[in-house]
């Protein structure tokens, strides 16, 4: 059974995963008021700029008189220090709220304790780590960016039923769907909530992928490609320009526009440690890597992931690509008769 301060901070960690996909670079923040066992207030952050979930949860409250009686819950550590916004800290303070309940310490260096530290000096009564474990799974982007250097990584791809993920020659620049609509959705639900998507060179020429949102309601993910020759041209969806995309290259002098940004590395046996160093340069917390099966398979061996799913669909290729393999599914979930698998590195 849950303790009171569980319960309310469980409430914090609800209202923080509505702002998936919309606060990066920001954490996922969720806030409760309480007083005299009663939420009078409660909020979220919902984007980047944005008033933060404590700003929200205060401006909901009704009767302002009752905030130096009540307690604050919030599954991240108020922030100390102005970014877009002021700290939250000083909200908290200013309204002589007397007691704080904090999920989990926020690992960014700007922050780091000086929320906890301000606010114990400041005479509140602060009590630090209710459902730590939780409040940290919440904010695992934010988390991996902070403490690794490097964004959230997720596999993803779809094979047939006896393990292939593509046939070996077709007649349409298009993809071979493996996976049902509904599966599919669910793709484009993911992609709307992680900070950018990754491709190789040769997904784009078979398929010629848009790798948006259009079956889903949300932001397109920053498009990440792997173009080493510069094989693709501007005739491809992926250099349309409507979606901030960061094309990797080994050629030099590239030209470029505020859309369409190259970044010129050596493709060796550095590769995906190289690739990681440009998207933390651009502040990119998380990414889904959809392949081919080389990109995947290169992540894989060089153990630079943090979880894979893997849709079985309900179909055979009989010959084909094989996909790649992996160990320790830790979830299947059936989706119309295709089959999810989670796998997760704890590595």
Same mark, same amino acid.
């Given at each position: 059974?849950?303790?009171?301060?569980?319960?309310?901070?469980?409430?914090?960690?609800?209202?923080?995963?509505?702002?998936?996909?919309?606060?990066?670079?920001?954490?996922?923040?969720?806030?409760?008021?309480?007083?005299?066992?009663?939420?009078?207030?409660?909020?979220?952050?919902?984007?980047?700029?944005?008033?933060?979930?404590?700003?929200?949860?205060?401006?909901?409250?009704?009767?302002?008189?009752?905030?130096?009686?009540?307690?604050?819950?919030?599954?991240?550590?108020?922030?100390?220090?102005?970014?877009?916004?002021?700290?939250?800290?000083?909200?908290?303070?200013?309204?002589?709220?007397?007691?704080?309940?904090?999920?989990?310490?926020?690992?960014?260096?700007?922050?780091?304790?000086?929320?906890?530290?301000?606010?114990?000096?400041?005479?509140?009564?602060?009590?630090?780590?209710?459902?730590?474990?939780?409040?940290?799974?919440?904010?695992?982007?934010?988390?991996?960016?902070?403490?690794?250097?490097?964004?959230?990584?997720?596999?993803?791809?779809?094979?047939?039923?006896?393990?292939?993920?593509?046939?070996?020659?077709?007649?349409?620049?298009?993809?071979?769907?493996?996976?049902?609509?509904?599966?599919?959705?669910?793709?484009?639900?993911?992609?709307?909530?992680?900070?950018?998507?990754?491709?190789?060179?040769?997904?784009?020429?078979?398929?010629?992928?848009?790798?948006?949102?259009?079956?889903?309601?949300?932001?397109?993910?920053?498009?990440?490609?792997?173009?080493? *020759? !510069?094989? =693709? &041209?501007?005739?491809?969806? %992926? @250099?349309?320009?409507?979606?901030?995309? /960061?094309?990797? $290259?080994?050629?030099?002098?590239?030209?470029?526009?505020?859309?369409?940004?190259?970044?010129?590395?050596?493709?060796?046996?550095?590769?995906?440690?190289?690739?990681?160093?440009?998207?933390?340069?651009?502040?990119?917390?998380?990414?889904?890597?959809?392949?081919?099966?080389?990109?995947?398979?290169?992540?894989?061996?060089?153990?630079?992931?943090?979880?894979?799913?893997?849709? *079985? !669909?309900? =179909? &055979?290729?009989?010959?084909? %690509? @094989?996909?790649?393999?992996?160990?320790? /599914?830790?979830? $299947?979930?059936?989706?119309?008769?295709?089959?999810?698998?989670?796998?997760?590195?704890?590595?």
């Amino acid at each position: 059974m849950k303790s009171t301060e569980e319960f309310y901070i469980n409430r914090c960690i609800e209202l923080a995963k509505n702002g998936l996909g919309t606060t990066y670079p920001n954490p996922l923040v969720g806030s409760v008021i309480v007083y005299k066992g009663k939420i009078i207030g409660e909020g979220w952050h919902r984007k980047s700029g944005e008033a933060h979930a404590e700003v929200n949860a205060v401006n909901s409250v009704k009767d302002k008189s009752l905030l130096a009686k009540a307690t604050i819950y919030v599954s991240l550590e108020p922030c100390s220090h102005f970014g877009k916004t002021p700290p939250c800290c000083d909200l908290i303070i200013q309204h002589k709220i007397p007691s704080v309940v904090i999920g989990t310490v926020d690992p960014n260096s700007k922050v780091a304790g000086t929320g906890i530290k301000r606010l114990i000096e400041n005479g509140c009564q602060v009590t630090v780590g209710v459902l730590e474990n939780e409040c940290n799974e919440l904010n695992k982007r934010f988390f991996t960016f902070h403490n690794k250097k490097r964004p959230y990584i997720i596999l993803k791809w779809a094979e047939s039923v006896d393990g292939f993920m593509a046939p070996l020659t077709k007649e349409k620049q298009e993809p071979v769907w493996i996976s049902n609509i509904f599966s599919r959705q669910l793709v484009h639900k993911w992609r709307s909530e992680e900070q950018a998507i990754l491709v190789g060179t040769q997904t784009i020429l078979d398929d010629n992928p848009k790798l948006d949102v259009r079956d889903w309601t949300g932001e397109n993910p920053i498009r990440i490609v792997l173009d080493r *020759t !510069g094989k =693709i &041209s501007n005739a491809y969806f %992926i @250099k349309d320009g409507k979606t901030k995309t /960061i094309i990797i $290259t080994e050629k030099e002098n590239v030209t470029f526009d505020d859309n369409r940004i190259y970044e010129s590395i050596i493709f060796d046996s550095q590769l995906t440690k190289n690739i990681i160093g440009i998207l933390y340069k651009y502040g990119i917390q998380s990414i889904i890597v959809e392949g081919g099966k080389q990109t995947l398979q290169t992540f894989i061996e060089d153990n630079l992931w943090d979880e894979a799913r893997v849709f *079985t !669909g309900n =179909i &055979s290729l009989n010959e084909g %690509i @094989k996909a790649p393999q992996l160990n320790g /599914i830790s979830k $299947t979930t059936e989706i119309k008769g295709d089959q999810l698998k989670l796998f997760l590195n704890h590595d």
